[in-house]
């Protein structure tokens, strides 16, 4: 049975691979030698912080995944081992990406190849850990995790929403949106 939960975080999917896209124009762009701002590349890593990180794997790695675990999954090995492995490499590509476009902000133009390929991989880590969840983890998850349960779930993932608060959310959403845009127009004109 589909948890409300999953249907949030399989909704933050959404928004996040909104970004994603434009990750990944804004790569091959900057592959291709054409011109990209490395500020492009800094609020993505901004909005994957703040957003992916900061609302969205707090909920996946706070509740669900504890919850599956308590339902039998193993948390060393099997899919949840992969899902937080994957995250954290999502992480380390992030933190690269952001420290390759500061470079190139000031002037270190030879990071350009170091924004592209920790982005390109974000890009190709990302839409494949999504898939994984929507497809695989998130159903399997409703099917594990007791109904009673997944209630407390559903409720410890709410408050993680009041925690951030509605505005965070809201900025974040806003951020995705403008990075949607920029990329589009970037790649339109």
């Known amino acids: 049975m589909p948890m409300k939960a999953t249907d949030i975080l399989m909704e933050e999917h959404q928004v996040i691979l909104r970004v994603i896209a434009a990750l990944d124009i804004w790569a091959n762009r900057l592959n291709s030698g054409e011109p990209a701002q490395p ?16 609302c969205h794997h707090r909920k996946e790695e706070g509740v669900l995944f504890p919850a599956m ?11 949840i081992a992969v899902m937080l492995a ?5 992480r380390r590509f992030t933190r690269s990406m952001r420290q390759a476009a500061e470079k190139v902000a000031n002037g270190e133009i030879d990071a350009s190849n170091d924004i592209v390929t920790n982005a390109l991989g ?6 494949q850990h999504i898939q994984k969840e929507d497809y695989i983890l998130f159903p399997m998850a409703g ?12 409720s410890s993932s709410d408050q993680i929403d009041q925690e951030i608060g509605e ?15 920029d990329a589009r127009q970037s790649y339109e004109g």
């Open 69 to 79: 675990v308590t339902a039998g999954l193993p948390a060393d090995s099997g899919p």
């Open 143 to 154: 099917k594990i995790i007791p109904a009673e349960k997944q209630a407390q779930v559903n």
């Open 122 to 127: 974000y890009v190709k880590l990302l839409r």
């Open 39 to 54: 500020t492009y590349f800094i609020e993505a890593a901004e909005f994957i912080k703040g957003f992916a990180d900061g």
């Open 167 to 181: 505005g965070e959310h809201h900025k974040y959403l806003a951020l995705a949106e403008r990075l949607e845009l």
């Open 86 to 90: 994957e995250h954290e490499e999502g």
